[in-house]
Each structure stands twice: as structure tokens, then as C-alpha cells.
């Protein structure tokens, strides 16, 4: 399941996501909404949509946020992937534990 915004919901995408068997949970942008509208019965079916889904991304969103509070991860200061790695799972673990 791809998990994304409206920035992600052109039908290029979608339909990207659709051939590899990929689930997408994307709010559509209001352009592809309007053109449907106004093309009327022959607009087709806007694409599924779960709501329940669609509340994960604020999860993942916020963890990050957290994380760029690091000064080392948010200029990446580190060299090396695997050094940058290293400090994610490291905030990762600590943003965990004040929880």
C-alpha cells in the first residue's frame, strides 16, 4: 500500500501503482475532481479512497518531525549513509522511549 498526498494523485501515477498490483490511498487533487464532475455520467468513478488508511501517513509524518529536531539529521552533518543510518535509529529509539 502507497500511502501519499495530492501530489502523488495524477492518473500517470495511479495507474503505475495499479499494474504492479500496489494499493494507493491518495486524496484526489481538485483538478482531475472538477473535470469528472463536469463531464457528468461519462466522468467515470473516482478512485477508492480508505479513511482508515489514510490516517497512518499523520503517524509517520509527525515521527519525522520529531526526528528533524536532531540538528546532525536535519543538515546531515554525517558523511555516510550508514552513519546517517545510525542516527535515525537512534532518535527513532529515543523519540520511542519518551513516549
Given at each position: 500500500?502507497v500511502?501519499?498526498d495530492?501530489?502523488?494523485?495524477?492518473?500517470?501515477?495511479?495507474?503505475h501503482?495499479?499494474?504492479?498490483?500496489?494499493r494507493?490511498v491518495?486524496?484526489q487533487?481538485s483538478?482531475?475532481?472538477?473535470?469528472?464532475?463536469?463531464?457528468?455520467?461519462?466522468?467515470g468513478?473516482p478512485?477508492?479512497?480508505d479513511?482508515?488508511?489514510?490516517?497512518q501517513?499523520?503517524?509517520?509524518?509527525?515521527?519525522?518531525?520529531?526526528a528533524?529536531?536532531?540538528?546532525?539529521?536535519?543538515?546531515?552533518?554525517?558523511?555516510?549513509?550508514?552513519?546517517?543510518q545510525?542516527?535515525?535509529h537512534l532518535?527513532?529509539?529515543?523519540?520511542?522511549a519518551?513516549?
Amino acid at each position: 500500500m502507497v500511502l501519499a498526498d495530492k501530489a502523488y494523485s495524477p492518473r500517470a501515477i495511479r495507474d503505475h501503482l495499479r499494474r504492479r498490483g500496489i494499493r494507493a490511498v491518495i486524496h484526489q487533487s481538485s483538478g482531475p475532481m472538477a473535470s469528472r464532475k463536469r463531464r457528468g455520467r461519462h466522468g467515470g468513478r473516482p478512485p477508492g479512497f480508505d479513511k482508515a488508511a489514510d490516517r497512518q501517513p499523520n503517524t509517520v509524518e509527525r515521527c519525522m518531525n520529531k526526528a528533524q529536531e536532531w540538528r546532525g539529521l536535519a543538515t546531515r552533518y554525517d558523511k555516510t549513509a550508514t552513519i546517517y543510518q545510525a542516527g535515525l535509529h537512534l532518535a527513532g529509539i529515543l523519540i520511542r522511549a519518551a513516549r
